[in-house]
């Protein structure tokens, strides 16, 4: 959820109404791709007589209106439609033209607001008189594919909450909107028809149905309110349950400014260092020891509260809890032995890792020492430094700690797995993977922009206890096997000091 508290939404485009019903939604799919169908045709044929770099170059410029205009389109709907178009801009990067990818990140924040008298005649229908307790900013602060939020005072006591305001008839429409989206990849053919699409979908379906439930998303943010409360790191909105429904989540106005903002990299250096480490230590608490996850990567879900002087410390606002997802005993040991190999940067035992579930079972060994050497770079910024002779000397300041910025992770993670892609035909990969790897993105995003720098061994402290078991199994198999190498005695030396 877009939650900017810095700054409204009032230069966004405003729609009266949304398309609801199914028959509406399909028409204005059709609609719309009878119109890039009708400009495609058109384009082609005025086409013909350019030269082949003419016509590349002007189908490339064509290409980019017309994923503009279709996201634009897919803004307008809200609901599932815009959701699972921003998945696939994370996900498709490698199966879908640049142009489409570009596009549909644009619906991450840039979707129309819907007009407030509309949203004034929602709140009304899910409060009733209640209502009339609450003065309303018509001004939306934060608007996202599902809802919208709204700042708003309770008048008896001062009290300053903001409102999530599901758009009317969103949550009935899931199941048709899926459907929908569905048929237009099937038609397409723009990613592959395969059981594990189809697996991915109904995990889609589970996903948003339970992200529309605002009192399950009550539920889990005070679970997360309970966690973090003697945290001095964090904060988490309070849930009032008063003015709260299936539809409407109210809770208490948590300001802080963007994530992207400019006031934020003007802060030191190791102000800027502890937001990127609480940012990243939040991700892995999330896995290894609550397991479940917030699965949205979106900035708009986090605000930065700038301490006002020296007795306070820079806060991490945690706002949406609605994409949660919550993962099996058996995905999480996997989780748990992958990070471990990633931390001594060791691809043997990040093969290991992977034993053990089907997608990776499947892999011949080539794809799977391919996929490890993957993980291994995507686990570069928890890895021991000492140990990973790998990792560029330009991403490591003088204590050692990961410079995010100089990475350049990201690209270098997308290069690698084009080529991992290239040696087997390209299926999904699991449904439970990609909603973890979205985090990761988010996270690792995050950090860059930020320009933060993190400690490997901080961040991995809370799982010592693990870590000193692999290192003793470790020493013992090589030493019975004669195999000792060097890096063998630091990992005693490691298990040594953490025992």
Known sequence: MANNTSRSSNNKQSIDNLKTSGFDRRMSIAKTSLNIGRRWAGNSVSGMFLNKEARTARNQIFMEEQAHYLAEELGKLKGSVVKIGQMLAIYGEHILPPEITRALQTLNDDTATLAWPKIEQNLQDLLGNKLQDLQVDPVPIGTASLAQVHRATVIATGEQVVLKIQYPGVADAINSDLALFKSLLKVSNIVPQTRSLDAWFEEIRDLLHHEVDYEAEADTTERFYNRLIDDARYVVPKINRHYSTKRLLCMSYEPGISVVSDALQLLPLERRNAIGQAAIEIMIQEIFVWGEMQTDPNFGNYLVRVARDETEIDKLVLLDFGAIRQFNNNLLTIAHNLLRAGYYHDHQSMMSAMTGYDFFDTMSDKVRSDIASLFLLATEPFS????????????????????????????????????????????????????????????????????????????????????????????????????????????????????
């Open 384 to 499: 021991e430094p000492v140990i990973n002779t790998d990792m560029p000397a330009n991403c490591l300041d003088y204590q050692q700690r990961y410079i995010w910025a100089n990475s350049k992770l990201h690209t270098r993670l997308s290069n690698d797995a084009t080529q991992a892609m290239q040696s087997f035909e390209f299926n999904l990969p699991p449904k439970e993977f990609m909603f973890i790897s979205r985090k990761f993105i988010g996270a690792y995003t995050f950090l860059t922009v930020l320009d933060a720098r993190t400690d490997s061994n901080n961040l991995v402290k809370p799982f010592y206890k693990l870590i000193s078991t692999y290192l003793l199994n470790r020493f013992l198999n090589r030493l019975f096997r004669g195999g000792l190498i060097y890096y063998d005695f630091i990992y005693l030396g490691y298990f040594t000091i953490l025992t």
